[in-house]
């Protein structure tokens, strides 16, 4: 049987999660904001959850359809076939979202398809109650400009948790974030990695993982596995194959390193912590080190790092500092590629150097910049100065996202050359308030 199978993503990560998709043999990848659609069997089902790095989630699509009405909204659910996937014991909560719809009461859309799917159900399985005692099988609707369309989850807990990071610092990166960052470094078998602001390990052991051709989702399980099969196929049977086939394909032989640093003892403990944990500490190497003192012997070296960027007026003016510290330590060394996310639009200006490209992402609901320095980065024109004295709500860094904005950036900001490098422990945020 083949399936249209659907992934959400982060915003500006489609095209690396389709990249992956295709490599994993999936069919007519369809890209769409935040989400990448393709064709796959049960097979792929189970693939898909075990090996794509930048999916969220992966979902089977049940259908579709137009509603701007609740009659509608129970019609078209009523019409889907939704026996072939839930059982009469099955569990089947239902959960979503709408937007830019003429329906916007989310618990009154979630409890009339809740009631369609009893009623075809009930009418399919002739039983007039359902003791939901069974596997669940999370129901997801979107309701966007009025077309509807419903999901069944088969990840369960979502696709970023790994299973190596149970506690995290204050601000981690998402794990999906940071392994679609990795991929646009082409971080590879033979990459020497550096994150000098490593926190709980994100890039190391993601970027490990990835060097290692290990399947991200190898040390935890999935919300269909409890299902038993799928429309007859034994998906416990899948998954014992595919995970037996993701141990043999691990690569313990690549010439991959990583290094990691950060001023505080329990980043840096959490860090080592976590990266034995995903079971590739043998590669990785992290120490107590503030940005002020970073240096390098490595040759060649792709350093990859979310900076602190702070959230209140001091923070940021910590964090500024920070970046113009970042500027120095790594101008010592320009033959290293950088690849560094945050939402500070005068980061390029603060760092001293124009990157070669940028990539809009988001952490989380921050929108954000990945600055891209491959090329030994752009000189910046001394023409457009940023005010320094800028209040913070002249400050659009850290801006948070809504989805009625769309898509659209601001420009890039580039300002001034480099500026006062100031002490980099004085510069450190504190710790006190979130930072990402
Ligand atoms: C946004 S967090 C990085 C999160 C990390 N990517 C993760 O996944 O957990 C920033 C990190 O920078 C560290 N930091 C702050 N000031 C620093 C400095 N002067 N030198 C080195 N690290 C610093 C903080 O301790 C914090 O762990």
Redesign the pocket.
């Known amino acids: 049987m083949v399936y249209q199978i659907s992934c959400p993503c982060l915003f500006g990560l489609e095209s690396v999660l389709a990249q992956e998709i295709r490599a994993l043999g999936g069919e007519a990848v369809q890209v769409s904001d935040g989400r990448v659609t393709f064709l796959g069997d049960a097979q792929m089902v189970v693939k898909a959850n075990l090996w794509l790095r930048t999916a969220e989630r992966v979902q089977l699509l049940i259908g579709s359809y137009h509603a701007s009405s609740f009659e509608q909204l129970f019609e078209g659910m009523y019409r889907l076939p939704l026996e072939r996937y839930i059982g009469a014991k099955d569990a089947f909560p239902v959960k979503g979202w709408s937007l830019n719809s003429t329906l916007t009461s989310i618990p009154s859309c979630q409890s009339i398809l809740k009631k369609a799917a009893v009623k075809r159900l009930g009418e399919k399985y002739r039983i007039s109650w359902f003791e939901e005692s069974g596997p669940i099988h999370q129901l997801q609707f979107t309701i966007l400009k009025d077309e509807v369309t419903i999901l069944l989850d088969t990840s369960g807990v979502g696709l970023h948790k790994r299973g190596y990071r149970p506690t995290?610092?204050?601000?981690?990166?998402k794990e999906t974030l940071?392994a679609g960052i990795l991929q646009l470094a082409r971080v590879g078998e033979d990459t020497a990695l550096i994150?000098?602001?490593?926190?709980?390990?994100?890039?190391l052991a993601e970027g490990a993982m990835l060097a290692m051709h290990i399947a991200p989702g190898l040390r935890r399980t999935f919300g269909c596995e409890g299902w038993q099969q799928l429309e007859g196929v034994s998906l416990a049977q899948l998954f014992a194959q595919e995970r037996a086939q993701a141990v043999a394909n691990v690569r313990k032989d690549v010439s991959f390193t990583a290094q990691g640093?950060?001023?505080?003892p329990?980043?840096v403990q959490?860090?080592k912590d976590n990266v034995y944990r995903a079971g590739v500490a043998a590669c990785v190497r992290v120490e107590q080190?503030?940005?002020?003192d970073?240096s390098t012997d490595l040759p060649k070296a792709t350093i990859i790092?979310?900076?602190?960027?702070g959230e209140r007026l001091l923070e940021i003016q910590q964090a500024e500092k920070?970046y113009q510290?970042m500027g120095q330590v790594f101008e010592q060394r320009r033959f290293l590629n950088y690849y560094i996310i945050s939402p500070h639009e005068s980061f390029e200006r603060l760092f001293g150097l124009g990157a070669d490209k940028r990539r809009k992402l988001y952490n989380g609901m921050i929108r954000c910049q990945l600055f891209m320095y491959y090329k030994g980065g752009v000189a910046l024109s001394t023409a457009k100065k940023t005010n320094p004295h800028r209040t913070p709500s002249d400050f659009a860094a850290g801006e948070r996202w809504r989805p009625s904005e769309g898509r659209t950036h601001s420009g890039d900001h580039m300002g001034k050359g480099r500026g006062v490098v100031g002490s980099?422990?004085d510069?450190?945020?504190s710790?006190k308030g979130p930072?990402?």
């Open positions: 995290a610092n204050e601000a981690p990166i940071a994150d000098p602001f490593c926190g709980s390990g994100t890039f640093y950060d001023i505080d329990y980043a959490l860090a080190r503030d940005i002020a970073f790092c979310n900076p602190p960027y920070l510290v980099a422990r510069a450190r945020p710790k930072q990402h």
